[in-house]
T-cell receptor, first 115, second 115 residues
Framework: EPEVTQTPSHQVTQMGQEVILRCVPI?????FYWYRQILGQKVEFLVS????????KSEIFDDQFSVERPDGSNFTLKIRSTKLEDSAMYFC?????????????FGNGTRLTVT | AQTVTQSQPEMSVQEAETVTLSCTYD???????LFWYKQPPSRQMILVIR??????QNATENRFSVNFQKAAKSFSLKISDSQLGDTAMYFC????????????FGTGTRLQVTL
């Protein structure tokens, strides 16, 4: 069964540095998402992306964050000038349609540690 | 804004027994969707079961079933004949009808299945 793949599985960075988290969604999916999970807390929505633009974003997704689909397969989350509180598990997800009947498929996540 | 509450941080059940995980939510909407996701140690979020709010019949997927009480805003998950592979974190999630598949998650319940 096709899967959403995320790289790297673990990223360590210093405060103030920029990081790019990478995701390869399922090939025939059109909607893409980023969620994050701070250790011990709930999974939180960051952003959804469709047709090469952001369709919805949360209050967390401020100017520090950006998303891009640089080619036909990758979907990236860039975090500029990382802060300690950005340490979390970041999950990418994709779906065929924006619909209840098209459930989200999640990747295994990237654990980001900011030191 | 919607909220999802899971009041049981941890649960334990013996193999072959039945366990029920609780979830309550708050919304002013009349139609929406509810989900249970499983997150095993592999970290990947896997859809277990889903329910449409306007359907009175409780959803069932093999050993997994829900008890959906719309008036009480309750959406519990019952796992029958528990197996060791059911050991995971379980998240209840809410989706509004018009939010491009954005999910609002609860804090999760860690389920341990023992011999």
């Amino acid at each position: 069964e096709p899967e959403v793949t995320q790289t790297p599985s673990h990223q360590v960075t210093q405060m103030g540095q920029e990081v790019i988290l990478r995701c390869v969604p399922i090939s025939n999916h059109l909607y893409f998402y980023w969620y994050r999970q701070i250790l011990g807390q709930k999974v939180e929505f960051l952003v959804s992306f469709y047709n090469n633009e952001i369709s919805e974003k949360s209050e967390i997704f401020d100017d520090q964050f950006s998303v891009e689909r640089p080619d036909g397969s990758n979907f990236t989350l860039k975090i500029r000038s990382t802060k300690l509180e950005d340490s979390a598990m970041y999950f990418c997800a994709s779906s065929k349609r924006s619909s209840y009947n098209s459930p989200l498929h999640f990747g295994n996540g990237t654990r980001l540690t900011v030191t | 804004a919607q909220t999802v509450t899971q009041s049981q941080p941890e649960m334990s059940v013996q193999e072959a027994e039945t366990v029920t995980l609780s979830c309550t939510y708050d919304t002013s909407e009349s139609n929406y969707y509810l989900f249970w996701y499983k997150q095993p140690p592999s970290r990947q979020m896997i859809l277990v079961i889903r329910q449409e709010a306007y359907k009175q019949q409780n959803a069932t997927e093999n050993r997994f079933s829900v008890n959906f009480q719309k008036a009480a805003k309750s959406f519990s998950l019952k796992i029958s004949d528990s197996q060791l592979g059911d050991t995971a974190m379980y998240f209840c999630a809410f989706m509004s009808t018009g939010t491009a598949s954005k999910l609002t998650f609860g804090t999760g319940t860690r389920l341990q299945v023992t011999l």
